[in-house]
C-alpha cells in the first residue's frame, strides 16, 4: 500500500476547514494530513489544532507570520517521511465532493503521470453578472484542461520534489514546470471535484486575474513554462466552441475576455513598469463565502499524551 501524505494550506480558513477536513478523513485513509495554517488570525490555528487532537494522523504546523503559499507547501515537503509515495496537496478555501481524493490517486495507475489535478468546481450562484463570469471562467478552464491539462486547486504528484521558488504565487503552475522538465506527463481529473468560491465583485475579480498572471509571467521569466492557458490566443478556441453551442452568453463571454484583458494589461504595467511582485495574496474576501456544514465539525477532546 503506497504512503500518502496530504497537505493542507491554510490562511484564515475557519469558515471552511471543518468541512475540508471532514471530506479529506471520508477519503481514502492517509498516513498523514498535515495542516500548514500561516499567520491566521481567525481561528484556523484552533480548529486546525482541535482536529490534530482528535485525530492521531493530522498534524497542525502554525505559522505566526505570513510569508506566502509557496513557503508554507516548502515546509511542508520537507517534513515528508522518506517513505511516502504519493502527495496531495489542497487549497485551505476549497471541498472536495466524496471520492474525489481516490479518483486523482488513480491517474498514476500510469506510470508516465508525473502529477494530476481536479476539476475546480464554483459555488457561486447562477445570478449576476460577476457569478456568472466566474462560471464561465471555470467552464472555459475545464475545456482547456481536458485537451491540454491546466491543473490547480488539488493536485496529486509522486515525491520527491525541490523547494518551490519562495516568491511564486502560482504553486501548481510551479510544481507543473518542475515535475514535467524530466518527460512527466499531466493528468486532469473530471471525476475529482472540488468545489470552491470565486470572487463576488468586479474588484476582486479583477485583482485575482492580474495576480495570477503576474505569477504567471514570473514563472515564465524563470522557467520557460507556460501553463496551457498563458495566453488569450490558448483561450479563443475553446471560448468560441462555447459560444457556439450557447449562443445566449454571449455577453458573458465578452464582459470576461475584457476583464481578462484588461487584468493583463494592468498586471503587466505594475510588473514591468512598477516592479509589482505579489508573492502573499492579499485576502479576497468575496471569495471566502463558502457553505460548512457544523455537524462536520469534531467535538473538543483531550490532547494526546
Given at each position: 500500500?503506497?504512503?500518502i ?30 495542516i500548514?495554517?500561516?499567520g ?68 498514476f495507475?500510469?506510470?508516465?503521470v ?29 475545456l ?31 510544481l ?17 471535484k ?27 521569466k524563470?522557467?520557460g ?5 498563458g ?19 454571449i ?34 474576501n ?10 462536520s ?6 490532547p494526546?499524551?
Amino acid at each position: 500500500m503506497n504512503r500518502i501524505e496530504i497537505g493542507i494550506m491554510a490562511h484564515n480558513e475557519a469558515g471552511n476547514l471543518d468541512a475540508l477536513l471532514s471530506a479529506v478523513m471520508s477519503g481514502p485513509k492517509a498516513d498523514r494530513v498535515c495542516i500548514v495554517s500561516s499567520g491566521s488570525t481567525d481561528g484556523t490555528d484552533m480548529i486546525a489544532k482541535r482536529w490534530a487532537n482528535k485525530y492521531p494522523q493530522i498534524q497542525a504546523i502554525i505559522e505566526k507570520q505570513r510569508r506566502g503559499k509557496a513557503v508554507a507547501i516548502n515546509q511542508f515537503l520537507s517534513s515528508l517521511a522518506p517513505q511516502t509515495e504519493m502527495v496531495v496537496l489542497i487549497s485551505g478555501d476549497v471541498t472536495p465532493s466524496p471520492g474525489s481524493v481516490g479518483h486523482l490517486l488513480a491517474a498514476f495507475d500510469d506510470p508516465e503521470v508525473a502529477m494530476a489535478g481536479a476539476q475546480p468546481c464554483p459555488t457561486n450562484p447562477s445570478t449576476g453578472l460577476v457569478n456568472k463570469i466566474v462560471r464561465f471562467q471555470w467552464t472555459l478552464h475545464d475545456l482547456i484542461a481536458r485537451e491540454r491539462p491546466k491543473l490547480g486547486e488539488m493536485v496529486a504528484f509522486r515525491p520527491p520534489t525541490v523547494p518551490l521558488h519562495p516568491n511564486t504565487v502560482v504553486d501548481e503552475a510551479a510544481l507543473e514546470a518542475q515535475l514535467t522538465s524530466d518527460g512527466g506527463t499531466l493528468a486532469y481529473v473530471p471525476q475529482a471535484k472540488v468545489f470552491n468560491c470565486g470572487p463576488q465583485t468586479f474588484a476582486d475579480l479583477v485583482t485575482q486575474r492580474e495576480r495570477i498572471w503576474i505569477g504567471h509571467r514570473m514563472l515564465w521569466k524563470r522557467t520557460g513554462y507556460r501553463v496551457s492557458t498563458g495566453r488569450i490566443l490558448d483561450l479563443i478556441p475553446a471560448a468560441t466552441r462555447y459560444l457556439v453551442a450557447n449562443p445566449g452568453t454571449i455577453p458573458v463571454v465578452f464582459a470576461a475576455g475584457a476583464i481578462e484583458l484588461f487584468a493583463r494589461l494592468r498586471g503587466s504595467f505594475r510588473h514591468y513598469c512598477l516592479g509589482l511582485k505579489p508573492t502573499i495574496w492579499p485576502r479576497i474576501n468575496s471569495a471566502k463565502r463558502v457553505q460548512i456544514s457544523p455537524s462536520s465539525a469534531p467535538r473538543a477532546s483531550r490532547p494526546r499524551a
